[in-house]
């Protein structure tokens, strides 16, 4: 029993499970694809705003020097405010930029989702336990992984951008000032750029691994498939009992109609049809049960319990069952037989009540009108 709750889920889940894991909130997601996106969009906006950005600062030096001379009231409001509104102007570009890319990225990882259950507080989380066994998961230890590759990727970057520039810088002392901030934005450039791909490349590993880990998490053993199935479909038992219901129903109504028809046609032994025709009611006769084997017995028995006379027609009985359907109209080609059968079966049945007078003949049923 331990080993079909743990070792043998080696099937990969059913598109139910996935869907039953993604209303929980359980989906597949790179946090590091999320993080890489949101710094090359910071790397952007930062870029496209670098000129308003040296001019909202320009203008903040510019009044916190005016404000030198002024009391300190004055000055604290005036070079306060301004350095306020500077802040909101460089933080909340770059904070709507972030929300925005982040609500993209995660849009296109896992598409529309609502789970209000991750809501929820989970008393697993709060047992000290369960947070130590956390710590050695294999999902720590790659997160452990993937930030020694950043961490000794970022430092390998500065060094080797520093050990390419280390002759311009050793020339800096003796060049204007404004090289100074060029070098520096020289060297910018070339370590985030390489940054970013470093952080691409990590990412693209980790899309991989959270799919490859969220499947395996859902894995499912034969018997959890199995289960499905059963509340998917339905106990196979329970089916069983269903359909052997639901035929012994439509049996039950199908002798109450033999014992409503007029006549029962047999092949004699194989096949039975019974037909009801009730003239200024049905339009033409109707075939209101047919069966072959024990059904065709059990018709028999019926129109024996009923007074429904009962006709033996090898050839009728062979052709209405062949081509003739439960509930349906004669086909034509049995007008001229069916209509016989009918005038005998009204005759058996006077017969049989004591009246001796001539039979009243049903319509013509070649001529249905």
Same mark, same amino acid.
Not at 98 to 126: H, N, S, T, W, Y
Not at 316 to 329: S, T
């Given at each position: 029993?331990?080993?079909? /709750? ?27 694809? $999320?993080? $890489? %996106? ?24 510019? $009044? ?19 350095? =306020? ?29 609502? !789970? ?28 452990? %992984? ?6 000794? !990727? ?13 002759? +311009? ?5 003796? !060049? ?22 470093? =952080? ?25 498939? +199995? ?23 439509? /049996? ?64 009728? !009985? ?15 080609? =049995? ?11 009204? $005759? ?22």
């Amino acid at each position: 029993m331990a080993k079909d /709750q743990g070792a043998d889920k080696t099937e990969p889940p059913t598109q139910k499970k996935i869907r039953d894991a993604r209303k929980e909130g359980n989906v597949a997601k790179s946090k590091e694809l $999320t993080s $890489t %996106v949101l710094v090359l969009g910071w790397v952007v906006c930062g870029w496209l705003m670098m000129d308003f950005m040296r001019l909202k600062l320009i203008r903040l030096f510019e $009044t916190s020097l005016k404000a030198v001379n002024q009391p300190f009231g004055d000055a604290l409001r005036e070079v306060g405010g301004s350095a =306020f509104e500077t802040l909101l102007w460089l933080t909340l570009p770059l904070l709507a930029m972030a929300v925005f890319l982040g609500a993209i990225v995660e849009f296109l990882q896992v598409g529309p989702i609502l !789970a209000l259950g991750k809501l929820k507080p989970a008393m697993d989380k709060m047992n000290p336990a369960e947070g130590v066994k956390k710590m050695f998961s294999l999902d720590n230890v790659v997160e452990l %992984v993937k930030s020694v590759i950043k961490s000794a !990727a970022l430092i390998g970057i500065g060094v080797f951008v520093i050990y390419k520039m280390l002759g +311009q810088l050793m020339l800096l002392p003796y !060049a204007p000032p404004e090289a100074m901030g060029s070098g520096i934005w020289y060297g910018l450039v070339r370590i985030v750029v390489w940054t970013i791909f470093v =952080f691409f490349f990590v990412s693209a590993i980790d899309v991989w691994y959270q799919k490859f880990s969220y499947l395996k998490q859902l894995r499912m053993s034969r018997r959890d498939i +199995q289960q499905e199935v059963k509340e998917n479909e339905g106990d196979p038992h329970v089916k069983s009992r269903r359909r052997q219901l639901h035929q012994e129903w439509s /049996q039950q109504n199908m002798l109450n109609a033999v014992r409503q028809s007029n006549v029962v046609v047999t092949n004699p032994t194989h096949i039975a049809i019974a037909l009801q025709y009730e003239h200024g009611i049905t339009d033409l006769p109707v075939v209101v049960a047919k069966g072959e084997g024990y059904m065709a017995e059990a018709i028999k028995r019926a129109a024996v319990e009923a007074g429904v006379p009962i006709l033996q027609n090898i050839e009728l !009985a062979r052709g209405l069952h062949e081509r003739a359907e439960l509930d349906e109209y004669i086909g034509n080609e =049995f007008f001229e037989a069916v209509a016989e059968v009918l005038h005998w079966a009204e $005759t058996m049945r006077r017969l049989r009540d004591g009246d001796d007078s001539a039979p009243e003949l049903p319509p013509r049923l070649d001529d249905p009108r």
